[in-house]
């Protein structure tokens, strides 16, 4: 089978590799169809690091995916063959006391599928996973959407968290991928009264409007955090940080109400932030990391069936696997209004 590695920077090789077997009774073997490229595969991509996550050469690539159950193990129940999944790339150990906590997004032993030192990466045609990480999609969602529903289970999370009120204010900072998901949570939760939306590039901004931002704003064009607060004078009750950019954080900041959250959910690429602790103290901020998600998988498949969430303003972008390496590049570049490139495992050159 085909499986698509890092060799370098900026170097992408498809390589045959052995195929895959049923080791475990729990397990499930997957014709992967489809892996969208994300925003941290880019930065491996491009620096061959998150923080103090660094690659060894050559490195397995990919989370977001969907494919096709082939075989079950004898001990599952709930998938057949023939049925097609969203996955979960998280494996979890089910055992320390984070998972026992109900906390399996920040599992003591957590293997991240393509991680650096954990399990190998979702860009291979055929995958074996734990059959709890397959969840079956109804035959109206398409592979593409399927392949969405991790980024957007990471916005919902997100928006879980937050915890906000009917009525809140919002703003999402950052319109790529996982900003977009956040706003399309928003809005599939109806909380918030009004959602306000910032990016450096004007095909986001379009996009962020059809998510459901009530407002945009250019950040290279327009002074966005004095427009927010003339609009919003007394703050919001919550900012999504989804840019990664840690010069945001102070302007973030300013944007939010007395005992506003300020939600991290973007991956800065320094290791160190700095923000303005006396704003934070004066206002009662609280800060909110989100690390993935957690149990927002199902949901996020309900919310797509049931129409309140539409993935399609994300998906931009198609490539076959040989031409993995220009969907990777094209994300990086931010070439021709791409949002989310997906990855087709079995398309024809």
């Not at 045609?125 to 959407?145: D, G, H, I, K, W």
């Not at 927002?296 to 490539?319: M, Q, S």
Request: with cysteine; net charge negative; aromatic share 4%.
């Amino acid at each position: 089978m085909k499986a698509a590695f890092f060799t370098a920077l900026r170097t992408i090789e498809i390589r045959d590799v052995p195929e895959p077997r049923l080791s475990g009774v729990e397990d499930v073997l997957v014709a992967v169809e489809r892996v969208g490229v994300c925003g941290s595969d880019v930065h491996y991509y491009l620096d061959g690091r998150i923080g103090d996550q660094v690659i060894d050469f050559p490195a397995t690539l990919g989370h977001e995916c969907a494919g096709t159950v082939v075989e079950v193990g004898a001990a599952v129940t709930h998938l057949r063959p023939g049925e097609r999944v969203a996955i979960d790339p998280a494996l979890v150990c089910g055992q320390c006391d984070q998972c026992r906590a109900g906390r399996e997004n920040t599992c003591r032993r957590l293997r991240f599928m393509g991680g650096p030192g954990e399990a190998p990466g979702a860009a291979a045609q055929r995958y074996v996973l734990p059959a709890a990480n397959c969840f079956a999609v109804p035959t109206s969602l398409s592979l593409e959407a399927a392949a969405a529903v991790e980024p957007l289970s990471i916005g919902l999370y997100a928006v879980r968290l937050a915890g906000l009120e009917p009525g809140a204010r919002a703003a999402v900072i950052g319109c790529g991928p996982i900003g977009l998901s956040v706003l399309l949570a928003l809005r599939a939760t109806a909380v918030p009264a009004r959602v306000y939306a910032t990016d450096l590039l004007p095909e986001r901004l379009a996009a962020a409007e059809r998510c459901g931002a009530t407002w945009t704003g250019n950040v290279r064009q327009d002074d966005v955090t004095a427009a927010i607060t003339r609009a919003e004078p007394l703050g919001l009750e919550a900012v999504f940080e989804c840019s990664g950019d840690p010069a945001i954080l102070d302007a973030a900041q300013r944007l939010l109400a007395p005992g506003g959250q300020l939600v991290l959910v973007g991956i800065p690429p320094t290791d160190q932030v700095a923000f303005s602790i006396h704003t934070m103290r004066r206002r009662e901020l609280t800060f909110k990391n989100v690390r993935r998600q957690r149990g927002c998988i199902a949901p996020v498949i309900e919310l797509i069936t049931a129409g309140r969430i539409d993935p399609t303003p994300l998906l931009t972008h198609r490539f076959p696997l040989v031409r993995i390496s220009e969907a990777f590049q094209t994300v990086a570049e931010y070439r021709d209004g791409v949002i989310k490139a997906i990855v087709d495992m079995t398309a024809d050159p």
